[in-house]
């Protein structure tokens, strides 16, 4: 027994920060003060609070350290540890109570809202341990469907509780299972699409890196309903942390018995391999993650044949996202009713968010479908930093659309962020402030789209550069009203003409912006302004005559000469001569230099 | 399209003893099925890139087609036919980074270096690329040399940083 526990965030948010270093400090000053039989050091997956991280908790007392560095380690140890006195600076303020006390981390805004089921084990267990899964339940779920269900029972239980894909397009679950049941077939396939390529969206790695063997147990449930023997996790290699974590735990649970040959002695077979991801967005596409798996070019192929029916390797196969196998062993265990009393009609359970963008508790948040987004963003997120106002969030990254503020009160389901514009896509929630202009958002996932097509289709390969070179023409101030028009109607066409999912939603961001703010498109094209003052091209820096004391500060600073004056009296910039680097903004005291 | 830069293959016997030798390993663990990605992350473990020469040899092992081999080289964007810098610097252009200016800092590396994305410095010191979304978007925006972290980076800061590794 310990009488202290202490958990270091081991994600790839506090690593990037240096919680390795902290880790291994801690541990190292616990050796030399002979404590190593009393407390127990931990590095575990993703608390969510990535804005505060590098994140460490101490128990029992449940005090959390926010932003600590190597250099506070000596104190932790010698105050808290020793003497049994919290650092009181180096808590999260929200943690505090008025009276000086700790609250549980479970009564702060930003996880009182919270329901975590797909990441209820990240930043608990270690999860390199296969003990510490074990010991919070782990594994019991496949030992109940391969002692007391039958391969029908577990698909019956999956249908009913709801479950539908949390990859994005939010398909049922259950009837991919069913379907692939269904198949003839010897030789079947459980897939995982950890190929997580959504910018901003990081819950999978933080599932995989926190939580590796809910989705190991999973897909063996999955296998056990399909009646398939053998899986693949098509895992991104740039989550090098989510790899070593994932390839521990298949080793473990192999030791264990839990992967293999006869588990729990009930004659079923299963066994993992995983298969890296060489960075192709495409690939997210579940025809053409079967097709780099088989070592190809990833592109997508027709469907029908549907991969349920003719998949990986030309054999019956199911393909579900992260976040759904992590929901799985939960469903089979507390049953269909449990889950779907979460959220909304059409949409039971939780789903996980990555907040980011200009918001102020960037990190991760599980909340029960029906959430609305302002709950998210403010009481959750805590709103837009330096009092700035909210314009927009966007979710589904480059297949979604931008949520204007007047929809913020729409409860988030797969439906309704549709009906929007947008989509639930694999749940990166940017946020954008009054300074972020649409136009150069939307271009900003044009040209993502236009780099990462892979070229199959005609619709897609030529439609989105064409689409990408008509945004450049509006941020240019070059388009004209008629050009607005044209975009739209090429928007349509590209819908409806690709192949797979990756051109068949392409153009939502356009199409979402120009639905909700038409009006910015317009004052770029019209009166050739950039609300924003983000679009370089249309930009002009203006000095105020009334604000400006002369000091001759901006006009030393500029780098060609654009600005001229005596001493104090007020300047002007040449707007030919002016290369809107911003400088002379910077540098004036008086706040007397605008853009206009 | 990256700067396409001379330099000669200097690929050693040792490093082509050792790539043969994995690609032998990989056909027993993956059987028939699907190598050609992995063969290709291996031989870049190995060169560091994949120039021509050492795409013969994975044809020539896997039984491939060069084309092919160059197919699925060009495809993917963890693959590079042209050598790196001995730092490479990326830029998480992912979208939480790029709406707190990452695009800016990207910019200012671009005219530091007198490069552009995918390219190397022609002393093969510094290489450029923009990345996907690297996944710490508390830290936003973003950039990494190597495997330094650099989180909430500013224009202004990145003299001062390139200024450490010369």
Redesign the interface.
């Known amino acids: 027994m310990f009488r202290s526990h202490i958990l270091v965030c081991g994600g790839?948010?506090c690593t990037?920060?240096n919680s390795i270093k902290i880790y291994e400090a801690l541990v190292h000053r616990i050796y030399k003060e002979g404590l190593e039989k009393e407390v127990h050091v931990t590095q575990t997956g993703c608390f969510g609070l990535?804005?505060?991280?590098p994140i460490m908790i101490v128990y029992p007392e449940g005090a959390f350290y926010s932003q600590v560095k190597v250099e506070d380690v000596d104190e932790i140890v010698d105050e808290h540890i020793i003497k049994g006195r919290i650092v009181t600076r180096l808590l999260y303020k929200e943690t505090v109570a008025d009276d000086g006390s700790i609250k549980a981390l479970n009564d702060t805004n930003f996880y009182k809202k919270q329901h975590r089921v797909a990441l209820r084990n990240c930043g608990v267990i270690n999860p390199e341990k296969i003990e510490e899964y074990i010991a919070y339940d782990g594994y019991e779920a496949l030992g109940k469907v391969l002692t007391e269900m039958t391969p029908q029972d577990v698909i019956d239980v999956i249908l009913k509780s709801g479950l539908r894909g949390r990859g994005g397009a939010g398909f049922p679950t259950g009837r991919k299972w069913q379907f692939a049941k269904n198949s003839v077939g010897e030789k079947k396939y459980v897939c995982c699409n950890a190929d997580e390529?959504?910018?901003?969206?990081?819950m999978d790695?933080s599932i995989l890196e926190g939580d590796p063997h809910a989705v190991i147990e999973a897909m063996a449930i999955a296998g056990y309903a399909i009646g398939a023997d053998q899986g693949y996790i098509y895992v991104r290699?740039?989550?090098p942390i989510a790899v070593q974590r994932l390839t521990i735990a298949i080793k473990q649970a192999r030791e264990y018995g839990l992967l293999g040959k006869n588990i729990f002695g009930t004659g079923f077979n299963f066994d993992l391999d995983i298969?890296?991801?060489?960075?192709?967005?495409v690939c997210g596409e579940e025809t053409a993650l079967m097709t780099?798996?088989?070592?190809?070019?990833?592109e997508p192929r027709p469907r029908p044949p549907f991969p349920a029916v003719k998949g990986l390797?030309g054999k019956p196969t199911i393909l579900n996202n992260v976040e759904t196998y992590a929901n799985v062993p939960q469903i089979i265990l507390k049953g269909a009713d449990w889950f779907a009393s979460m959220g909304t009609e059409k949409s039971r359970g939780t789903k996980v968010f990555?907040l980011?963008?200009?918001i102020h508790n960037?990190?991760l948040v599980e909340i029960p479908m029906g959430t609305t987004m302002r709950e998210i963003i403010y009481d959750i997120g805590g709103g837009c930093p330096n009092g700035k106002k909210f314009k927009a969030a966007?979710t589904g990254?480059p297949s979604g659309g931008c949520i204007p503020a007047h929809l913020i009160d729409t409860p988030i389901d797969y439906d309704n962020l549709l009906a929007i514009g947008s989509m639930m896509g694999s749940g990166?929630l940017?946020v954008?402030d009054e300074d972020?202009c649409m136009v150069d958002?939307a271009k900003?996932?044009l040209e993502f789209t236009v780099d990462e097509s892979?070229g199959k289709c005609t619709a897609c390969r030529v439609g989105t550069k064409r689409l990408y070179e008509m945004l450049c023409k509006v941020t240019d101030g070059t388009a004209t009203m008629e050009d607005l028009d044209k975009m739209e109607e090429l928007c349509y066409y590209i819908k409806e003409n690709s192949l797979c999912g990756l051109g068949q939603t392409a153009p939502n961001p356009v199409l979402s912006t120009l639905h909700y703010f038409r009006d910015e498109y317009e004052a770029h094209v019209r009166d050739k302004r950039c609300p924003a003052g983000v679009c370089k091209k249309l930009l002009r820096y203006q000095i105020v005559a009334d604000k400006c004391k002369g000091c001759t500060l901006c006009a030393r600073n500029c780098p060609v000469g654009a600005i001229t004056g005596s001493v104090k009296e007020p300047h002007v910039i040449d707007p030919e001569k002016c290369i809107k680097c911003g400088v002379c903004m910077e540098k004036c005291r008086f706040g007397a230099i605008i853009k206009a | 399209m990256a700067k396409k830069i001379d330099v000669p293959f200097n690929g050693t016997k040792e490093q082509e003893a050792k790539l043969r030798a994995a690609l032998a390993e990989l056909k027993e663990t993956h059987g028939d099925n699907g190598l050609m990605i992995a063969a290709l992350q291996k031989a870049q473990e190995i060169y560091g890139y994949l120039p021509e020469q050492v795409q013969h040899i994975i044809a020539e092992e896997l039984d491939a087609s060069p084309a092919e081999v160059y197919g699925v080289a060009t495809f993917y964007a963890q693959f590079s036919l042209f050598p790196k810098g001995q730092y490479k610097i990326g830029v998480c252009l992912g979208t939480a980074c790029y709406v707190k200016g990452s695009g800016d800092v990207y910019k200012k590396l671009c005219d530091t270096l007198h490069i552009e994305g995918g390219q190397c410095t022609d002393d093969l010191k510094f290489s450029l690329d923009a990345t996907r979304c690297i996944g710490c978007c508390g830290l936003a925006p973003v950039m990494t040399i190597n495997d330094d972290v650099y989180g909430k980076v500013t224009p202004d800061q990145i003299e001062g940083i390139l200024a450490k590794y010369n």
Do not use: V, W
């Not at chain 1, 390529?197 to 990081?202: E, L, S, Y």
């Open positions: 790839t948010g990037s920060n990535c804005a505060l991280g390529g959504d910018p901003g969206a990081f790695r290699a740039e989550y298969r890296l991801g060489a960075g192709a967005f780099s798996i088989e070592g190809h070019r990833g390797f990555a980011g963008g200009k960037t990190g966007q990254g990166g940017i954008m972020n958002i900003f996932f892979c």
